[in-house]
């Protein structure tokens, strides 16, 4: 996907995961796509979040409670980010894959 507004990219995430089936997720990545967070859906109303970058983390959340943590990881991964990249994941197999970095 292409680059999004860090401002509307929380509510955007929100709303794709909502349409998403379990093993699919997304993976929010800086400009340089040296840092970022991996949001994957275990089930239909669980997250597993994680972070790679300022800190190594892992972590499971309620769907709907996500929108407080996400701003949270947001601010600590990409804090000076204006611009994110987006992509939309099929499943666990795809978080290891490299990505072309600038």
Known sequence: MALHNIE???????NLLKKLTPPQGV?????K????IVLLLQDKDTVR????????QEFCVGLYELEKPLKIMLKRELPRSRKVRLY??????EL???RKQL
């Open 88 to 93: 939309q994941l099929a499943g666990r197999h």
């Open 27 to 31: 993976e929010v990545l800086s400009y």
């Open 49 to 56: 979040c994680r972070e790679r970058g300022n800190l190594e």
């Open 96 to 98: 290891d894959l490299e």
């Open 33 to 36: 796509r040296n840092r970022g």
């Open 8 to 14: 509307s990219v929380r509510k955007r995430i929100v």
